[in-house]
């Protein structure tokens, strides 16, 4: 018997499945995050990943042969030579200074998907001017280092996650088709001050699902884990989100409705555009072509516990719109389908009513999905088919229907609603496409 585990980091919490070899789910375990100051995340990060291991049954932790991690995009940790975090981690949703994306805009092309104010490469690049550097070796993504913690090889990446940070995931097909495992150069244009201080403190980058190495035997022992189980190159939670989904043809979408709005297009034509906050990830011989806004859960969650919102829903007609307009933000700045980093949220005017002011973020937030589907659809994407829905969301029925409403398309759940299962997958099988 051969099972994979894949663990899924959000921003809220945390959840790991184990598949068998007919992608069976046999265990389930998960933990949610407190309330976390920065220096507070890379410890509470650190426990959760032991404590969900823990959590799976030993007679089926005693069989797994591969592990994969996903974390959230553009989340970064810089590291020493040892692998351990220097400062607290920079999040998916923070941003650099004005200064450095100017800098950067003048560095890299046109269009690419780095030349956003919360890429991985404009924080490093934004650190970089603001900290101290001197012992810094490794920069790593939340998946990089939560997989480092279990293999033990710094400096090691999936070409997911290295998108933002300006990887081309083009090159490691084009280097060598049938190596799974070929770490590929950086583009050119790396190679000019002052990204080519950085360059040195860039992860290698694999391909996802790809093989790193086994487990350390310290912890192969502790968990009683085979000594052979290999920890794999991970992903990030969208596209993790998108393989558990079932979606298989170009046209077809996954919405992922969690803390924010990440959409992904499955198409055989690939877009970055970097003022419309849009790019794309190598799915196979596909691209996922998307983008993330900062609109979603985590606003609602701002006003309503989640008890009120399944309560408010229930008073809703879908059926009806809304006669309000929002941008539900929880602070300035917004990634896609507007890719401006001081966009203000517009949360006004709010009714008394909280049913009213419920379906009004509703409608404004399907409506934002809406906008960034056309938006990608208006630059050579797939045409929209049928969208699948993952994350908590997906729960909503009523929020389902606005969507469907706003979307002009048949919108279903996802297969699988969780993200550890497409990472699973990602374990077990490599790309799925």
Known sequence: MEYSLGVDFGTSGTRAIVIDQQNQVLAEASCTFPGLSPKERIDCWQHALWELIGEIPADVRSHLQAIAINGTSSTILLCDENGIPLYPPQMYNDTCDPASLELLTSLAPAGHPVLSASSSLAKLLGMSRTVDMTSVRYLMHQADWLAFLLHGRPGLSDDHNSLKLGYDPAM??????????????????????PLSQLLPLLPQVIRPGAPIGPIQPRLARQFGIPSECQICAGTTDSVAAFIASGATQPGMAVTSLGSTLVLKLLSPTRIDL?????????????WLVGGASNTGGAVLQSFFSTPELIELSQHIDPSQPSPLNYYPLLKPGERFPINDPLLEPQLTPRPEDPVEFLQGLLDSMARIEAQGYHLLETHGASPLKAVYTAGGGAQNTVWQTIRQRHLQVPCYAAQHQQAAYGTALLAAHGSPL
Request: net charge negative.
């Open 274 to 286: 970097a003022n419309y906050g849009i790019y794309s990830h190598r799915l196979g011989d596909y």
């Open 172 to 193: 490691t097909v084009a280097c060598c088709p049938q190596d799974i495992g070929r770490i590929a150069a950086y583009p050119d244009w790396f190679h000019q001050p």
